[in-house]
């Protein structure tokens, strides 16, 4: 016998079973983004992870003013119970775990998916086919208002639409995950793992507090509450530092929920989380190198078996470039079937136990987030720190010293500011054929599909639904019934929300700018920009004024943040006013200022309609002579023509120092003013 054979072991050896596979997925319309699923899931993905557009998001219909350009951009648009319907056709929702990433108009979609679910089993009691149901709602909307944006009510009607939530499902879904306290987004926005640890930890505990604050769940249930709240967390590149987070996050969790909350069930204090690895660190310079990042993202949320996620997603190598590609997801679903099926990595038990520095490093994060979470607490909690600014301001000021390691070259981005060098990339030598675009007819098929629903349904069963919805919504009867009645009656997404808008009105988070630190100490490229902005002031007989504005429903407000910080560094007087502004509200706003330059952030790929709209009623109101600087994921075929439509300079992930690009703004405002 060889002694290569004799070295075989004498059995398999018995493995864990591994994560749910997902792909974060959906865009341009329902069908589309059913054959989508249905492709990946032949491919072997084991769960269904939803995105759904904008609009849908925040509770708008495809007809409203606000939803223009962004309809299908982002994700799928569901504007009725007709649309869900589609969205899951072929797929049996009673054999399938479904993530919705949804946040305030959760409890709406959860109810259209629970009716078509009904649907899909005539031959079943609606509390049968609830029972079956699995999945996950995200409904964190306390991160929403942190780093999102797609919030819509107050955050005290908001928690208390999250409680209906968790007590509906505990008692009618229990296999259903209500709401995924989401770290994820907060890394995005500049967290560090002490911030994403105890801000979310911080979430958790406001929303637990509420539930049982409402009464709804009593306290032989309540450890059943705990037992289904999941955690969504983002992993980044320094994969033992993610690694020891996670291990911190469980140490945590089993913390907090046998003290604070008495819970004796260890299953029930376990920390359960799905990730989707860091976005953010993804590079338009040579992305391929994004592979490796995925690679080294995902090692850290699966290495240790005691901290391992039970559902994993993976962005594509493109992703900074544009929307996916089929072919391009399925390469980040085999990076998982290879690590899950090929390796021996389930095969063993936590490989990071007994290990002096991993122990020492999940120590100190345990210590400084409980630091942290003191803190938060101390001002009244999640919710009160949000209301205060207190959070918000922590992120922007981490954001803007992360970004500023990177642009002094402290931290290195291979590919980005180092190792620039690089040879031809065939996969980026035909750009625009390296992204699927989103169907440009998407936003008139919607209104199409709009239109026809409406002129279908019972107009009376449909007000009459709505009517009991605003009057449940007026005392404390959980509103989940009154929801499911306006779904099963044919009420649309915009009316739903635009009901609860009249009873809970609407609300504008804190920026976080104003209280923001920004680049500690200015080096020579920061100063001589300074020097520029103040002499081209004075020529100018004034300060030199930047609006920055964010038209659409883009609620992704970082990289607005981090140039609205920088330009105050640079020593312009700053304008920003947050989210979700009309073009109108845009230009009034400049008029009213008397700003020397318009600075536009777009990421959801609407720009090629926004940007228009602004350049357009700026002519229509005298100032076309005001610059216009654009940021955002934008292609540069549609760069070049903003450019011939009169846009002055366009920005895109690629141009990482924001110092240049304050300095590229000066010189775009001294262009427009004739100045040499």
């Given amino acids: 016998m060889s002694a290569e054979l004799s070295s075989t072991p004498a059995q398999n050896p018995v493995k864990d079973r591994p994560w749910v596979m997902r792909t974060y997925a959906g865009h341009s319309s329902a069908v589309e983004s059913n054959k989508l699923y249905r492709g990946n899931l032949a491919k072997g993905q084991t769960g269904l992870s939803v995105a759904f557009d904008l609009p849908t998001q925040t509770g708008y219909d495809p007809d409203s003013p606000l939803a223009r350009g962004e309809v299908g951009k982002v994700g799928v648009p569901i504007q009725h119970l007709g649309e869900m319907r589609k969205l899951f056709a072929d797929i049996p929702l009673t054999e399938m775990n479904t993530s919705m990433t949804i946040n305030a108009t959760a409890m709406w979609l959860l109810a259209m998916y629970q009716v078509t679910a009904e649907e899909q089993n005539p031959g079943m009691a609606p509390e049968e086919v609830a029972a079956q149901l699995a999945g996950t709602t995200q409904n964190d909307i306390i991160k929403e208002y942190l780093s999102r944006g797609t919030y819509v009510f107050p955050p005290q009607a908001s928690l208390r639409l999250i409680s209906d939530m968790i007590a509906y499902t505990v008692h009618q879904i229990p296999k259903w995950n209500p709401i995924n306290i989401c770290s994820y987004h907060l890394q995005e926005a500049g967290a560090t793992p002490t911030q994403e640890l105890a801000y979310a930890l911080t979430t958790a505990i406001a929303v637990l507090d509420a539930v049982k604050n409402a009464g709804q769940v009593d306290e032989a249930d309540f450890e059943k509450v705990v037992g289904r709240i999941s955690f969504f967390v983002n992993a980044g590149v320094r994969f033992i530092e993610e690694t020891c987070k996670m291990r911190a996050f469980v140490q945590l969790w089993d913390e907090i929920t046998a003290e604070r909350y008495g819970v004796k069930d260890p299953k029930m204090r376990r920390f359960r989380y799905g990730v989707q690895v860091n976005s953010l660190g993804l590079t338009e310079a040579q ?390």
Avoid at 587 to 609: F, N, P, R, T
């Fill in 287 to 676: 992305p391929e190198n994004n592979v490796q990042r995925i690679v080294l993202e995902m090692l850290g949320v699966t290495l240790s078996k005691n901290a391992r996620a039970r559902a994993v997603q993976l962005p594509a190598w493109n992703e900074a470039l544009g929307l996916p590609r089929p072919w391009d997801q399925q390469w980040s679903l085999r990076l998982q079937q290879v690590l899950a099926f090929e390796s021996d990595l389930l095969e063993y038990e936590d490989i990071f136990d007994g290990s002096h520095v991993i122990e020492a490093k999940v120590a100190q994060l345990v210590a400084d987030a409980k630091a942290e979470m003191d803190r938060v607490q101390a001002m009244g909690g999640a919710v009160a720190a949000v209301e205060a600014g207190y959070m918000k301001s922590e992120l922007v000021s981490s954001h803007a010293t992360r970004r500023a390691r990177i642009e002094n070259g402290t931290d290195i981005v291979v590919g980005v500011n180092k190792f620039e060098t690089t040879a031809e990339s065939p996969l980026t030598a035909d750009l625009d054929g390296a992204i699927q675009t989103a169907d440009p007819a998407a936003e008139a098929t919607a209104i199409a599909s709009l239109n026809a629903w409406k002129a279908e349904r019972d107009q009376a069963a449909v007000d009459e639904a709505l009517a009991t919805l605003a009057a449940t919504a007026k005392t404390d009867e959980n509103l989940m019934a009154a929801t499911l009645a306006a779904a099963r009656a044919g009420a649309t997404t915009g009316e739903w929300a635009g009901t609860l808008r009249e009873v809970f009105g609407e609300f504008r988070a804190p920026t976080g700018v104003a209280g923001a630190v920004g680049v500690a100490e200015a080096g020579a490229e920061l100063t001589a920009v300074r020097e520029r902005v103040k002499a081209t002031g004075e020529e100018l007989n004034g300060r030199l004024r930047l609006l920055v504005g964010k038209p659409g429903l883009d609620g992704h407000s970082n990289g607005a943040e981090q140039v609205a910080v920088r330009a105050r560094d640079a020593g312009f007087e700053v304008i920003y006013q947050g989210i979700r502004l009309t073009p109108e509200q845009i230009v009034a706003a400049a008029i009213a200022e008397d700003v020397h330059c318009i600075g536009l952030s777009i990421l959801s790929g609407s720009h090629m309609e926004l940007v228009p709209d602004v350049l357009d009623l700026m002519k229509e109101k005298g100032i076309a002579d005001i610059p216009v600087i654009v940021g955002g994921i934008i292609p540069d075929s549609d760069g070049r023509k903003l450019v011939e439509q009169g846009v002055a300079m366009v920005f895109t992930p690629k141009d990482f120092s924001l110092t240049q690009a304050m300095d590229g703004i000066v010189t775009a405002i001294r262009s427009a003013n004739g100045l040499a």
